[in-house]
């Protein structure tokens, strides 16, 4: 019998992807050397204070882990952005498969996103509507996942001919909506203001859009906006936001396929894996302005 764990940060994209990895385990859990039992799973909590998964190797006794850690923030390695908590796996030994980070294939399977790309695929789009003052409001920058959607923001500008200071670059410790007003906030305080802005969730995009309403300054009239991960409530907001969609259901199914392969009959022929997947850019109403020219 395979009992599978799996390790949520709390983000609403997290959603999508445990969705798929139960749906995937349940569909292939008929297969030879699966116990039924794998489709029913258990959900492991956050990681504690001292790195270590809370459950891993204790009454639960996972034979695999899919871990998704995309704001694993206490557990993770400031300078090397990879989370510390994954040495527990090693020592215990437990199989796992890292969701929406990149591993090196020698030390276990990943399943991620090219946030370079997301990036530069925001700010291309904003910059072709003729902006050249661009803000990116981001989460703490030991987060590799700001980092790369900032290197994709300096790439879309350099292709421009724009330097870096055409960024104006406002950092916030949590990836909440509380503090994007606090990001918008500071965004208003700017002079010259920018006349675009690019989240790396859309969770701060939606705490900017607060602020900026709140203000009287209008999206995308003054100000067009842009999220990062077309979460449920992107289309939904009061202006329908633009976001880089993250091609979450995918990424769970192919991280519970991963992890049923390694734990499975034929485990001894796995070979890991790191599997890097594209964004796309969904635009709505938030940034659909005529062109500056």
């Not at 215990?92 to 090219?114: H, Y």
Request: glycine fraction near 12%.
């Amino acid at each position: 019998m395979i009992t599978c764990g799996l390790i949520l940060p709390q983000w609403p994209g997290a959603v999508k992807q445990r969705a798929q990895f139960w749906q995937t385990t349940g569909d292939r859990s008929g297969r030879p050397g699966l116990d039924q039992d794998v489709s029913e799973g258990r959900r492991l909590g956050r990681a504690r204070d001292d790195g270590e998964p809370a459950g891993v190797g204790g009454e639960l006794a996972q034979q695999g882990v899919v871990h998704t850690a995309a704001d694993d923030v206490h557990g993770a390695d400031r300078t090397a952005g990879q989370p510390c908590n994954l040495a527990a796996f090693r020592r215990q030994p437990i199989p796992f498969v890292l969701v929406d980070r990149v591993l090196p294939s020698a030390e276990g399977c990943s399943v991620s996103v090219d946030d370079v790309t997301g990036g530069e695929l925001a700010v291309r789009h904003l910059l072709g509507l003729g902006h050249r003052i661009v803000a990116y409001v981001s989460g703490p920058m030991r987060l590799a996942q700001c980092r790369d959607r900032r290197a994709g923001a300096l790439r879309a500008l350099r292709e421009r001919g724009l330097g870096e200071s055409a960024l104006r670059h406002v950092e916030v410790e949590r990836l909440d909506v509380t503090s994007g007003r606090d990001a918008g906030a500071r965004l208003l305080g700017m002079s010259p203001r920018p006349t675009a802005v690019f989240c790396a969730n859309d969770l701060l995009a939606l705490g900017v859009l607060q602020s900026l309403y709140g203000a009287g300054v209008s999206v995308p009239g003054e100000v067009a906006l842009v999220g990062y991960d077309d979460i449920e409530f992107a289309a939904a907001a009061a202006v329908p936001l633009t976001s880089v969609r993250q091609p979450a259901f995918r990424m769970g199914r192919m991280a519970a396929e991963l992890l049923i392969e390694e734990t499975g009959e034929r485990a001894a022929d796995h070979r890991h894996q790191r599997i890097v997947l594209q964004p796309e850019l969904v635009v709505r109403g938030s940034s659909l302005v005529r062109s500056r020219g």
